[in-house]
DNA sequence: GCGACAG
DNA sequence: ATCTTGTCGC
């Protein structure tokens, strides 16, 4: 049928390419998402972690509240790798495990935060964009590399930032962000609902004292929890 | 052919 | 992603 059509894991990287293609006509880059910080306001983290030897993997999502960072909530979800990582395809690897933990969850996020990129993507549809899409909520995405992005020199102050550019075609993807004075900066992006600017304040909100936001470190400690329990 | 491109 | 202690420095 159409709709398990739509949510079938591509047979190959040809397939999953095309989806992307289709897909990304539905992204929404004018932002409406919530005021960073703003108290009762619930910001989701998810992430994967994943056990080669057995083949699974296991998502999290943390729910905390924007104006505290305390956790709300929180679920996990586990299964079989579905597909394998593949540079520029990373959301068919952990979108299924992703959504099936975010659906577990008690309240509907008003933001997600994804491990990855959104807009900052070869075609301009990472893992932020692809979840925003399916779910309709405001997502943004956070990577540790800039990969095959470049970005200018950018101050050591917490909170200075830099054009993360395509090298290619010149065009901004997202930016470098300083999270931590002095520290190695986080390369943000926009997903879906979540503009560049927003993203940043988002993410500046969300790591306060860390590198990484808040939501990534809490997700990222309860999927491996998850992976290494029984069962 | 080489380098490399989230996790 | 993951394998992984101590060590340097604020």
């Known amino acids: 049928m159409r709709t398990t059509d739509e949510h079938r894991t591509p047979v190959d990287d040809e397939e999953a390419v095309a989806k992307q293609l289709r897909l990304r006509g ?22 994967v972690a994943y056990d080669d030897v057995s083949g699974r993997l296991a998502a999290a999502a943390v729910l905390l509240d924007a104006a505290d960072l305390r956790v709300v909530h929180s679920a996990t979800a586990r299964g079989p790798v579905p597909y394998p990582y593949r540079p520029g ?21 008003d933001l997600v935060v994804c491990d990855g990129y959104g807009l900052a993507h070869p075609r301009r549809f990472g893992l932020a964009s ?10 943004l995405g956070v990577a540790k590399n800039p990969f095959g992005f470049h970005h200018g020199e950018l101050g050591a102050a917490r909170g200075a930032r ?12 997202g930016a470098a962000l300083r999270t931590r004075s002095g520290v190695k900066p986080v390369y943000v992006s926009a997903g879906h609902r979540v503009s560049a600017d927003a993203a940043c ?25 998850a992976l290494a329990a029984p069962g």
């Open 201 to 225: 304040a988002h993410v500046l909100s969300l790591a306060r004292e860390y590198r990484q936001p808040q939501t990534t470190r809490l997700a990222d400690r309860l999927c491996r929890e």
């Open 130 to 139: 692809h979840l925003g899409v399916v779910t309709g909520l405001p997502c």
């Open 89 to 109: 395809l990373l959301a068919f690897r952990e979108l299924p495990a992703v959504l099936e933990a975010l659906s577990r969850l008690e309240s509907r996020p």
């Open 26 to 47: 539905r992204v929404d880059l004018v932002d409406s998402s919530p005021a960073p910080g703003a108290p009762g306001t619930l910001v989701a983290g998810v992430d």
């Open 162 to 173: 830099a054009p993360l550019l395509d090298p290619e075609t010149g065009e901004e993807v």
